[in-house]
């Protein structure tokens, strides 16, 4: 997922490329480890709706960001003397954030197909603008506004079953994309100008949805424990894979991308997550995509596309 993810997205949006940065070499290597995390948070949706069957949201949370947040700490063990004020304070708020866009996504994705769920998450991207736009008066290219209506159309196709019913879980993943876009500009406007380390923030973030997650799971104190000490083997494998995979090692590659590359380099990239979680939906799901399916999908993916090099025109950056 776009864990944060379905949503470290924040921590590679808001730094700016500086004229030394661009002149690092961008190697093929930095490229593929992105790649490499966009094929793991594709297959997340898939992971996260089959653990559905075992454990409750806040247990899965819990023992999921638990892992991933104690994996970073530990290979970040020697910064920590340093952490600020600042850094606490962002990655609380933020995590808070995080949690609430991992909640909704890994509640949603049980209530839908896996495959819809990639692609409607990709709608924060186009969402990112128009939130600047209404809230910060940002100026935005007006070639955004068509886009996104045909974003739109591509939700309406993916959505919309059986004349116009649509799926509780749609809704769930749609809360999860305006709260991820929302993230994504706070973040840009509150680091703007701080000295602060992306890796302890996002440390805290992490720890903080482990924390949210075991809060609300101590409201059903015996349930969460039945579910997790009756875990089987594989249910174990798969929410450890999740935990350093998909949440420390996707984190830890996105942070080192965004120092030897841009951030528009690493969104362009990450944008085929959609792709993959429609391939391992279908693989190992059986899911099915159908005609309108399958042109929804690509008219989201395809206008987030066009949308995050548009802006990287306007901004000046390297498309």
Not at 182 to 199: C, D, N, P
Request: charged share 10%; glycine share 8%; aromatic share 10%.
């Amino acid at each position: 997922m776009s864990t944060p993810e379905p949503t470290i997205a924040s921590a590679v949006e808001a730094p700016q490329a500086t004229p030394a940065q661009d002149k690092k070499p961008r190697t093929w290597l930095t490229d593929i480890g992105v790649l490499g995390v966009a094929v793991v948070w594709g297959s997340t949706y898939v992971a996260m709706q089959w653990s559905g069957q075992f454990i409750s949201v806040p247990a899965f949370l819990f023992l999921r960001f638990a892992m991933g947040a104690l994996v970073i700490t530990l290979l970040s063990a020697r910064i920590w003397r340093q952490v600020t004020r600042a850094e606490l304070s962002l990655g609380v708020l933020f995590g808070v954030l995080l949690f609430a866009i991992l909640f909704l996504e890994t509640l949603g994705v049980r209530y839908t197909l896996a495959s819809n769920a990639g692609f409607l998450i990709s709608l924060s991207v186009m969402l990112v603008p128009l939130i600047e736009k209404i809230f910060l008066r940002a100026q935005v290219a007006p070639s955004i506004y068509p886009l996104t209506l045909v974003s739109l159309i591509g939700c309406a196709l993916l959505t919309l079953q059986d004349g116009f019913s649509v799926r509780s879980g749609d809704l769930i993943i749609l809360a999860a994309a305006f709260i991820r876009a929302a993230q994504i500009v706070l973040f840009g406007t509150r680091s703007k100008g701080r000295e602060i380390s992306l890796i302890r923030v996002t440390s805290i973030e992490l720890w903080v949805v482990a924390a949210g997650g075991l809060l609300l799971a101590l409201i059903h104190p015996a349930r969460s424990w039945h579910q997790v000490a009756h875990l089987p083997g594989d249910a174990w494998l798969v929410i450890a894979y999740l935990g350093v995979a998909g949440t420390a090692f996707a984190f830890l590659t996105q942070l080192h991308a965004a120092r030897v590359s841009s951030p528009t380099r690493v969104g362009l990239v990450l944008s085929t997550e959609p792709f993959f979680a429609a391939v391992f939906a279908v693989i190992l799901l059986s899911e099915h995509l159908g005609p309108s399916q399958l042109a929804g999908g690509a008219l989201v993916l395809g206008s987030a596309y066009a949308g995050r090099w548009i802006d990287a025109r306007r901004r000046g950056s390297n498309p």
